[in-house]
C-alpha cells in the first residue's frame, strides 16, 4: 500500500477555462497551454484509488509553488483521515525527481512521514566510497546485480553521500530496457533493497490513471468555468471509480476499464442497469 504523488498536464486552448497557464509538459517536453493536475492516490495491490486531485494555480497569494501545493494537500489529507481513525503517515510515500529538494523532505518528515521514497535526476552528484561523481556516471560503472528475492530486476542498493542531502541510501535498477534508474531513499529509517523496491514498483499505477482519466474519460472535454471546473472532475472520477467497483464483481473482473465504459454507454437508463448489477448496494433515488 503506498501513496503516489504525481501531476499531469492537460493542453488546452480554452481563454475562460480556470488555471489554464503554461506548463512544462513531459510528454511534449516542452511548454505548453494548458492544466496542470496534482494528485495524490492509494494503491492497494495495483488498484488506484484517487484520495486528493488538485489543479495548481500559477497566481495567488499561498500555496503557488508544487511543494506548497503537496504540504497543503498532504496536510488536508491527514487531518481528514485522522478524523475517521486512520494515520496516513504510516503509508509510505512515493513521488518523481519533479519534487526532490531537501526543504520538502523537512517539511514531510514534520507531517510525521517517515518512508518516503523519489526518483533520484540525472544533475545529482554522489560520492559512494572515495569517489565522487554524477549520478549518470554512476549507472554507467556500478555493476547490479542479477534478480534475486524480492527484487525481480538487475539492482544494486549502496549508501551513498550528497552534498544536498548527505547521508543516503540508493537503490540503482534496470528495468526490462537496456536503461538505468535510481531512486532515493528519503526515508527516515534505513531499507533494505526489496522494500525500497516493493514499495516503488506500483508508482507507475498513477500514470496509468492519468491516461485512463484522459483518453477514456475524456477529462481533457471539460468546459465548464470556475467552480464548475471541480464539478466536472468530480463527474469523470465518479465514473472511474464505478468502473472499478464494476470491474471487482466476478462477471465483469476480466474486462478492461474500456470495455465497461463501452458496455455503460450502451445502456441508457443508469436506474436500470445500478439496479440489476448493484441491488442495494447504491442509493439510485
Request: charged share 25%; glycine share 2%; hydrophobic share 40%.
Given at each position: 500500500m503506498t501513496l503516489s504523488i504525481d501531476n499531469s498536464v492537460m493542453d488546452r486552448f480554452g481563454k475562460l477555462l480556470r488555471c489554464t497557464w503554461s506548463w512544462l509538459s513531459g510528454r511534449h517536453h516542452d511548454v505548453v497551454r494548458g492544466q496542470d493536475l496534482l494528485g495524490i492516490v492509494l494503491t492497494i495491490n495495483h488498484i488506484v484509488l484517487p484520495l486528493y486531485l488538485l489543479f495548481c494555480p500559477k497566481q495567488g497569494r499561498y500555496n503557488t509553488t508544487k511543494a506548497d501545493l503537496l504540504i497543503f494537500m498532504l496536510s488536508r489529507l491527514k487531518t481528514a483521515c485522522a478524523l475517521e481513525g486512520v494515520d496516513i503517515t504510516k503509508i509510505p510515500l512515493t513521488?518523481?525527481?519533479?519534487?526532490?529538494s531537501?526543504?520538502?523532505?523537512?517539511?514531510l518528515y514534520r507531517l510525521g512521514f517517515t518512508k518516503i521514497i523519489i526518483a533520484g535526476k540525472s544533475n545529482y552528484t554522489f560520492t559512494i566510497g572515495?569517489?565522487?561523481?554524477?549520478?549518470?556516471?554512476?549507472?554507467?560503472?556500478?555493476l547490479l546485480d542479477d534478480p534475486k528475492w524480492g527484487i525481480d530486476v538487475p539492482?544494486?542498493?549502496?549508501?551513498?553521500?550528497s552534498?544536498?542531502?548527505g547521508s543516503l541510501i540508493l537503490f540503482f535498477f534496470r528495468k526490462s530496457t537496456t536503461?538505468?534508474?535510481?531512486?532515493?531513499n528519503f526515508s527516515q529509517e534505513s531499507m533494505r533493497g526489496a522494500e525500497i523496491w516493493h514499495i516503488w514498483q506500483q508508482h507507475h499505477l498513477i500514470e496509468c490513471f492519468w491516461k485512463s482519466l484522459k483518453s477514456i474519460f475524456h477529462i481533457r472535454s471539460m468546459q465548464l468555468q470556475g467552480?464548475?471546473?471541480?464539478t466536472a472532475l468530480l463527474i469523470k472520477?465518479?465514473?472511474y471509480l464505478l468502473a472499478l467497483r464494476m470491474k471487482a464483481r466476478r462477471e465483469f473482473s476480466k474486462w478492461t476499464i474500456t470495455q465497461i465504459m463501452r458496455y455503460l454507454s450502451r445502456h441508457h437508463d443508469l436506474r436500470d442497469f445500478m439496479t440489476a448489477h448493484f441491488q442495494n448496494a447504491f442509493s439510485i433515488t
Open positions: 513521488m518523481d525527481s519533479w519534487f526532490v531537501q526543504p520538502l523532505r523537512e517539511r572515495k569517489k565522487k561523481q554524477t549520478a549518470p556516471e554512476w549507472k554507467k560503472e556500478l539492482s544494486y542498493r549502496v549508501w551513498a553521500q552534498p544536498t542531502f536503461r538505468s534508474y535510481y531512486l532515493m467552480n464548475g471546473l471541480y472520477v465518479l465514473a
